[in-house]
């Protein structure tokens, strides 16, 4: 089943495919998220939407978080030169989503900015300390995200600096450790830098997340093409881990990583800059969809 969230007559509204190009309303919970949160049956109404009137939400709209894996990809592992032993993750705050069709905001001063086509899994019910031979039990289906970063200002928002820690042996005495660091709060985190939809995907809709297809296309040129199986990290290891860390809610997003093994045609994802070239942007993920945004300078 293909769920999205959409507006249409003046009424935010969710829905399921029909027929590839019909989008039909769902009766009862208000939102996806609801739908998920209460475990209701989906019941499509008589009303019907073809999928080029409708405004796109992302399917969910507010979940309490999005996780997304840093460097979870294997076919670049040799671009690590140190990192941890377990998938490393950092969060996105709600406010930085947009649906299919909308537009990613750039400004002068957010310098270089590129796509990241992810796959996401949402979180089907309240995931905490959890065994990995469990983890699909608590998945909810699958959608895409682009992930928009901007070098520029993580560069800008890292410090060279001179961390304090206790010294080895002696309770009283510090030391300092020289340290690099950096935190996403802007160049992962703007409005607009998490691109997501259109589909939300059923779990049951698809038997292996890790053999999809996934790719981006930037002006209608490939940039990327890759594959799920080069995840580094997997679901079950990853929901696993982050739920002994945090507990994973009804709704939240759980982004797996960047696909980046360069096309046949050559470049990387890192050479689209979209505050420089505009848009549009896309990434497909197989059984899934496509997710188009566009660029606006602001």
Known sequence: MKLASFRAGGKDRIGISFDGAILVEISGPGSILELIETGSEVVASANKYPLNDVVWYPPVRRPSKICC???????????ILQGPKHPAMFI?????????????????????????PELAVVIGKTAKNIAARDAYEYVFGYTIHNDITSPTMRAEDTFHYRAIHPKAGDPKAIEYVDTWVSYPGRYKCCDTFA???????????????????????????????????????????VLAFLSS?????????VSMGTALKKSAQGGAVQNIDLNKLGGPVSVTIEKIGTLTNDVVHV
């Open 245 to 253: 860390h945090l507990t994973l809610l009804p709704g939240d997003i």
């Open 92 to 116: 996105k705050p709600a406010s930085s989503l947009i649906g299919h069709g909308g537009a990613i905001e750039c400004k002068p001063h957010y310098g270089r900015v590129h796509p990241e």
């Open 195 to 237: 691109c997501m939809g259109p589909w939300l995907v059923t779990k049951d809709e698809i038997a292996d997340p890790h053999n999809l297809a996934v790719s981006c296309r930037h002006q209608d040129q490939l940039v990327t093409e890759d594959n799920t199986e080069n995840l580094f990290y997997k679901i079950p290891e």
């Open 69 to 79: 894996l840093a460097l979870n990809n294997s076919a670049n592992s040799d671009r």
